[in-house]
Nanobody, 127 residues
């Protein structure tokens, strides 16, 4: 069974950091670009970042809302992808998802263009 599994979420104080992990099971992650999304209660799912299948220089895009605070990376040997979140703010509170797609393109913020999704991990930023 092909699946993605996120981990690393939790409760953190404003200004703190978390690193989310995305593990692939049943398929090779290196064949796919990996996106991170988040969804807060009552809001639409928002694209946070995308990294190309190889993660090479210039093949990463970060949403304006988190640029300068969030970074994404991957380790194709370990079949893993990551989202490093620094200087977290209360408005970053959401369920975070990783997702896999075939290509690296401007349509990356559209959730319908992804093939596989994880179940999500809750991130809560609160004092």
């Amino acid at each position: 069974q092909w699946q993605l599994v996120e981990s690393g979420g939790g409760l953190v104080q404003p200004g703190g950091s978390l690193k989310l992990s995305c593990a692939a099971a049943g398929f090779t992650l290196s064949s796919y670009a990996i996106g991170w999304f988040r969804q807060a209660p009552g809001k639409e799912r928002e694209g946070v970042s995308l990294i190309s299948s190889t993660g090479g220089e210039g093949k990463v895009v970060i949403a304006d809302s988190v640029r300068g605070r969030f970074t994404t990376s991957r380790d194709n040997v370990k079949n893993m992808a990551y989202l490093q979140m620094n200087n977290l703010k209360p408005e970053d509170t959401a369920v975070y998802y990783c997702a896999a797609r075939r290509d690296f393109s401007p349509s990356w913020t559209n959730p319908d263009t992804y093939i596989y999704w994880g179940q999500g991990t809750q991130v809560t930023v609160s004092s």
